[in-house]
């Protein structure tokens, strides 16, 4: 890897795609790439160097990049096998890797930290380089935007040894990983377009924790839905609510929105402790990162500086806006696990509120396999609106559409709303909390929402 000469990225505009492509301008080595739009992601990396298109086609290739002997290219499974960039590369015998197999290289030059989850990954690992940033120095390939660093790639000064990555298990991507530590936040059944079966999920986290190298560590939440069997030289740490977990937290309140808790550890009770963000599920996160950062050495007045400024992901609890009578939040919530955690953290945070939730579906598969756990999780919503799915990678399925989920739904208040309506949609209701939900590209409507809402509270001040 350390010979690669240019690197061009296809989907280069995705979260953990960039990050590598960030990567490697740091490190002077030329990048470009194509997506299908552009983005804040895309121009950001245009600012900083890299060459990007937006239109399939070789001939929008930077002729120094067709250089097979000199250029290694790295695509996502996103991007569809009868691409023509991707094909040209093929039938000239390019050097062609996955991020994954990218990462799993760069990692090994690391003592790596690898979160996996099917939830709270993203905040877990961007918790726990932020803790490990401000105290021993580490890198960090994230699967989300920091607030705190305002990018998904974080490169120390000090503490090169280090590495945080997002492990993540679409595609059994994270396999190509043999971490040194290794935390597991939850493992519910996703991505069975991929799978197949839940048991396949199951046995996909089995593999990840058997690689942990030896002499390392295991955080793992208490219950789990499998039973972890690792090396006889892996430590096992669980964390959880409960005293029979190593890692918990009591004394727990909430104060301006923002959880004050004590830290029970196996070396005793870390008192005090806020955490700067909102969100019932953040807490499980940050004891998540507490009890990894802990083990390997953080002190603990720098782990409650580290909490108390963490400042979050974009697009996890992301308040967009918050004025004297309306609350803007967005969430990358595409689960309805996640979107039950996302509402109830609301309610907690913001009680006695009227929450109207727009809600994007992603995927057509996910739809189907969990209509009933979307329309039971929506249910919770005062207002939900479900706009249309967002496809991604997939093509159509005969018969699934958002009116899937919105027929299983009790809520008399639920509305189907096509995405290019809602901007009227919104100018003619009122809201009082508003959420924007889901993985697909319901964020690119933010900033027209939020000039709405401040429109909306300018004639409620004036009347």
Not at 218 to 245: H, R, S
Not at 261 to 275: E, K, R
Not at 368 to 377: I, L, Y
Request: glycine share 6%.
């Amino acid at each position: 890897m350390n010979a690669v000469k240019r690197v061009y990225l296809l989907g280069i505009g995705g979260i953990g795609m960039s990050a590598i492509a960030r990567y490697y301008l740091h490190y002077g080595v030329p990048v470009a790439g194509y997506d299908r739009v552009s983005s804040d992601i895309t121009q950001n990396l245009e600012a900083a160097g890299a060459n990007i298109h937006y239109t399939d086609s070789v001939g929008a290739i930077p002729r120094a990049f067709l250089n097979r002997e000199e250029t290694l290219v790295i695509y996502t499974p996103a991007i569809p096998a009868n691409h023509s960039e991707l094909e040209y590369f093929r039938s000239n015998r390019f050097v062609l890797m996955k991020r994954a197999q990218v990462l799993g290289l760069l990692s090994s030059n690391y003592k790596t930290l690898a979160v996996a989850g099917t939830h709270g990954k993203t905040t877990t690992s961007t918790l726990l380089a932020h803790l490990l940033a401000t105290s021993m120095g580490c890198d960090a390939f994230l699967g989300g935007i920091s607030r705190n660093y305002s990018s998904n790639l974080i490169l120390a000064d000090q503490g090169k040894q280090l590495l945080v990555v997002e492990a993540d298990e679409y595609d059994r991507s994270f396999l190509t990983l043999h971490p040194h530590l290794a935390i597991v936040t939850s493992v519910d059944a996703d991505h069975l377009d991929i799978y197949g079966t839940y048991d396949a999920v199951l046995n996909a986290f089995q593999e990840f924790v058997s690689q942990i190298k030896p002499g390392g560590y295991l955080v793992v939440k208490q219950n789990i839905a499998f039973k972890p069997i690792v090396g006889k030289e892996t430590e096992v740490i669980t964390y959880g609510f409960t005293p029979d977990c190593h890692y918990y937290p009591t004394n727990i309140s909430i104060h301006d929105g923002l959880y004050r808790f004590t830290l029970v550890t196996p070396q005793g009770s870390i008192n005090n402790l806020t955490l700067g963000v909102p969100g019932h599920y953040n807490l499980e996160n940050a004891i998540a990162a507490s009890a990894a950062a802990l083990t390997l050495g953080v002190p603990t007045e720098k782990l409650a500086h580290g909490l108390e400024s963490f400042r979050g992901v974009q697009r996890r609890f992301d308040v967009r806006y918050r004025g004297t009578k309306i609350i803007y939040i967005d969430d990358y919530a595409h689960h309805p696990s996640e979107i039950e955690a996302l509402v109830r953290s609301v309610r907690e945070v913001f009680p006695n509120r009227k929450i109207t939730g727009i809600f994007q579906p992603h995927l057509y598969s996910r739809t189907r396999d969990f209509a009933a756990e979307f329309a039971a999780a929506l249910d919770k919503l005062d207002k939900p609106i479900i706009t249309e799915i967002y496809p991604a990678r997939e093509l159509p399925i005969e018969g699934v559409t958002s009116e899937t989920i919105m027929k299983l739904m009790s809520n008399s208040n639920a509305q189907v709303v096509p995405k290019a309506e809602l901007i009227s949609w919104l100018k003619c209701n009122n809201v009082d909390i508003l959420l924007t939900i889901g993985a697909g590209d319901i964020d690119r409507m933010i900033n027209e929402i939020v000039n709405i809402l401040e429109a909306k509270e300018n004639r409620a001040i004036n009347e």
